[in-house]
């Protein structure tokens, strides 16, 4: 139990365009899903917490009208890269809470998004 | 200010030792939980051990253990029996404060372990 996945695995896009990344609760309902952006060899940078049928929390320094976050079902949220520009290109993980008795705090993670912009 | 910091940038080992990840985390709240990741060169993300701040006793899992010392604040993870699959990058997290709805997880900057045969 507690899978999540994330599709595409791999994306290459232009310059320009826009991006969206999804992220699903296989086997249970997450009320919150975090949205989290790795360069290689650092470690986890958390962009935004999302909740629910609520506005995303974005982290300090993330800009919100760039990375649109929207969390419209208890097994879905869905991350844009809006306008999309080669410094964007990173591995994009989500994550998503509960799902386990006794483990409502652990993160399940999907397997990643790496996003390459041309 | 919450933090967590692994000092071992990189980490050799022989197959079948044992070998110990430190980390040691920063935080205020009386509550709190201590995790470890696996990142595989794959990039997925392995859920390995988990220590609440409450636990009496370290927590283990298989071949993994977390040495828990409160009072220094530490949280190191032990594996023992060291395989060529455990090559991989290992990063200890904490729970954020129970504050609202977030359940945010503070990271380390990771620890690439290398298995040597």
């Known amino acids: 139990g507690a899978v999540v996945s994330q599709h595409p695995s791999w994306v290459i896009c232009k310059s320009g365009t826009s991006v969206k990344i999804e992220c699903r609760s296989l086997?249970?309902?997450?009320?919150?899903m975090f949205w989290y952006r790795q360069f290689p060899k650092q470690s986890l940078m958390l962009m935004a917490t999302?909740?629910?049928?609520?506005?995303?929390?974005?982290e300090q320094g993330v800009e919100k009208d760039k990375f649109l976050i929207n969390h419209a079902s208890l097994t879905l949220s869905t991350l844009t890269v809006t306008s999309a520009h080669p410094e964007d290109s990173s591995f994009y993980i989500c994550?998503?809470?509960?799902?386990?008795?006794?483990?409502?705090?652990?993160?399940?993670f999907g397997p990643g998004t790496r996003l390459t912009v041309l | 200010a919450q933090k967590i910091t692994q000092t071992q940038p990189g980490m050799f080992v022989q197959e079948k030792e044992a070998v110990t990840l430190d980390c040691t985390y920063d935080?205020?709240?009386?509550?709190?939980?201590l995790f470890w990741y696996k990142q595989p060169s794959s990039g997925e993300m392995i859920f390995l051990i988990y220590q609440g701040s409450y636990d009496q006793q370290n927590a283990t899992e298989g071949r993994y253990s977390l040495n828990f010392q409160k009072a220094r604040k530490s949280a190191n993870l032990v594996i023992s029996a060291s395989q060529l699959g455990d090559s991989a990058m290992y990063f200890c997290?904490?729970?954020?404060?129970?504050?609202?709805?977030?359940?945010?997880?503070?990271w380390g900057l990771g620890t690439s372990l290398a298995v040597n045969p």
């Open positions: 994550s998503a809470l509960g799902g386990a008795v006794g483990r409502t705090d652990e993160q399940f």
């Open positions: 997290a904490m729970r954020a404060p129970t504050s609202g709805n977030n359940r945010k997880l503070i």
């Open positions: 999302s909740n629910e049928g609520s506005k995303a929390t974005y």
């Open positions: 086997d249970f309902q997450a009320t919150t």
């Open positions: 935080t205020s709240d009386p509550s709190y939980g």
